[in-house]
């Protein structure tokens, strides 16, 4: 059943004036929460109601107001403050939707446009009350929108109880800490921007100043700010909720210091910025966020500098906080070596300047990604132990599985061979020799599956041995086995992606069925037996062709 949500807010409710209308118990409650918000209630009972006693109580010590009269339509004209025209800022009625005048009132405060809660009748209301937990600045509301205010503070509880202890307090040091950080940052703006108006006229203070940029500041501020995030996102919440007045001193100590520091108890400051500096090469999966393993999703948050290859997926790339600087591999045919030695030359320079350079691959770094090399290139420039190495789910492997192809099945294939289709220079690699219980997964294959089907099905000259002197074969035999026409394969492209797409045929078709469905790179090519084990071909078609991706639909928010 679909339902519908509300929107939550938190209202600044200080000095507003809350119309409360009856004298039950309800009534004495909801003054209560106006007055918990600073707002100011006024009470709408007749002389002859019998107050609940809280509610007496809270009249008899001034701090809500009764007014002895049955509703009227004017009251919540007239009984709001001064500079909103008198009108009420909120209306609660706590009589319960079978008396008359709630839907009257409830009538009357919509066509005003003033906010009016009827108790027990989400239909009399235009808002409702969230059951809350307060812990200092805390506060946590929750809502079964109109499916039971016993179920909500239930969970409500549920909810409260999970939390550490003191999480309030903590929320008011770390809230601090933001606000001296920023208050300084602004300060130290203000200086360079003084420091500027005298560069002309002090011939010393303008060397000093040209020391300390706006930019440098920029850097120093988006770290430390950063930095704070960090722990609030990172550190385990009984770690926050405990965190004392010293850690509060360490973390400012290490603001004044204008370095990021690790963590609060270990903010001494390195001198040295490539000490701090890191290159993480990460691989990013074949396509669908959820696929990235929890360690490169964090490196995704906290880098300093991204520097992802052109194929890492769109939906990986949008995990990037805003602040963070990306660069994406200028790849194109003909500029592959420059774009690759643009960034590493890059990541080097940022990783000297203390930074944590996230290198983005897609798949996995070690396959077909230039990962290899690029730890080769950071050993060579004495930047070998800074280079941490993090594995993704490497395509070759994942787009047969979303094609329903285990590569490995008992007494199908016992073996797997991953393989380019693509050598050196162009030039064609080595094709693999057939062997009945082997998959061979093909990357960079497609753009070139003619050729490659051709090298797999037929031997070529350069194979055949001549004949042996005195031989009595008369044909030769290819050295190479080749793998029948017959071998079911099928075509896998942007796997895990919205746009996933499987062509199911054989060697002797898929030149045919790509060049007739066209291409939706990246894809891959998987040759062997396995293809068919969970994928009858259909009798009497060539090909086959599946499209979309639904293999992580499994659960709420998965999909
Ligand atoms: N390091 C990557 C591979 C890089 S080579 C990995 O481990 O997956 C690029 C090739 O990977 C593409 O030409 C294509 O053959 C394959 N590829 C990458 N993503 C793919 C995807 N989502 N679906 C199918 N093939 C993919």
């Known amino acids: 059943m679909a339902s519908h949500i509300s929107m939550l807010t938190a209202t600044d409710a200080r000095s507003h004036i809350h119309l409360v209308i009856g004298s039950n118990p309800l009534a004495a409650a909801r003054c209560g929460q106006s007055l918990g918000a600073g707002a100011l209630p006024i009470l709408l009972a007749p002389e002859t109601a019998e107050l609940h006693y809280a509610l007496q109580k809270r009249v008899d010590?001034?701090?809500?107001?009764?007014?002895k009269e049955v509703f009227r339509d004017e009251h919540v004209f007239t009984l709001g403050r001064e500079d909103v025209g008198h009108v009420v800022d909120a209306v609660f009625v706590t009589s319960g939707p079978r008396?008359?005048?709630?839907?009257?009132i409830s009538t009357l405060c919509r066509r005003n446009r003033i906010p009016v809660n009827v108790v027990d009748a989400p239909q009399l209301c235009t808002f409702s009350l969230l059951s809350t937990h307060v812990d200092g600045p805390l506060q946590i509301g929750i809502t079964t929108n109109g499916r039971g205010c016993k179920l909500a503070s239930r969970i409500r509880r549920e909810v409260a109880a999970s939390l550490p202890p003191n999480l309030g307090a903590a929320c008011l040091r770390l809230g601090e800490v933001r606000r001296r950080i920023q208050e300084e940052d602004h300060l130290l703006h203000m200086a360079l921007a003084d420091g500027d108006d005298v560069d002309d006229s002090i011939d010393q203070s303008a060397s000093f100043n040209k020391l300390v940029t706006e930019a440098d500041l920029d850097a120093a501020k988006n770290r430390r700010m950063r930095w704070l995030s960090q722990i609030c996102e990172y550190w385990p919440l009984k770690r926050l909720a405990a965190i004392t007045d010293d850690d509060v001193s360490s973390i400012l100590k290490s603001y004044e210091d204008m370095g990021p520091a690790e963590s609060i108890g270990n903010s001494t400051s390195n001198s040295n910025p490539i000490d701090r500096g890191r290159i993480i090469l990460a691989g990013s999966g074949p396509g669908h966020p959820d696929l990235l393993t929890r360690t490169t999703h964090k490196a995704i948050q906290t880098a300093d500098?991204?520097?992802?290859?052109?194929l890492v997926p769109a939906g990986v790339l949008d995990l990037i906080p805003r602040r963070t600087p990306v660069h994406?591999?200028?790849?194109?045919?003909g500029n592959a070596d420059a774009a690759q030695n643009e960034l590493q030359e890059m990541a080097i320079a940022a990783v000297r300047e203390g930074k944590t350079v996230l290198r983005l691959k897609q798949g996995d770094p070690y396959i077909y990604g230039r990962g290899g090399e690029e730890v080769a290139y950071f050993r060579q420039h004495g930047l070998g132990d800074k280079v941490v190495v993090l594995p993704g789910v490497t395509s070759a492997l994942s787009a047969p599985l979303f094609a329903a192809i285990p590569p490995t099945q008992r007494d199908v294939a016992d073996q797997v061979l991953i393989c380019t289709g693509t050598g050196k220079k162009g030039k064609p690699p080595a094709p693999p020799e057939f062997v009945a219980s082997r998959t061979v997964v093909f990357l960079m294959a497609l753009h070139r599956v003619e050729g490659l089907v051709g090298e797999l099905t037929t031997s070529l000259d350069t194979e055949i041995?001549?004949?042996?002197?005195?031989?009595r074969?008369?044909?030769p035999q290819p050295r190479r086995k080749l793998w029948p026409l017959?071998?079911?394969?099928?075509?896998?492209?942007?796997?895990?992606c919205p746009d996933q797409r499987v062509i199911r045929t054989t060697l002797a078709h898929v030149v045919e069925a790509v060049e007739q469905e066209g291409s939706r790179p990246p894809g891959l090519l998987v040759v062997g037996r396995a293809c068919e084990f969970l994928n009858e071909r259909e009798k009497?078609?060539?090909?086959?062709?599946?499209?979309?991706?639904?293999?992580?639909?499994?659960?709420?928010?998965?999909g």
């Open 99 to 104: 008396e008359p005048l709630s839907a009257h």
């Open 305 to 310: 500098l991204v520097l992802a290859d052109k």
């Open 486 to 496: 017959t071998t079911p394969c099928a075509v896998v492209e942007r796997a895990s």
């Open 465 to 471: 041995p001549k004949p042996e002197e005195g031989s």
């Open 61 to 67: 010590d001034g701090e809500v107001k009764w007014i």
């Open 328 to 333: 994406i591999a200028r790849k194109f045919p």
């Open 473 to 475: 074969e008369e044909q």
């Open 540 to 558: 009497g078609r060539a090909w086959s062709v599946e499209d979309g991706f639904r293999g992580l639909d499994w659960g709420d928010g998965l």
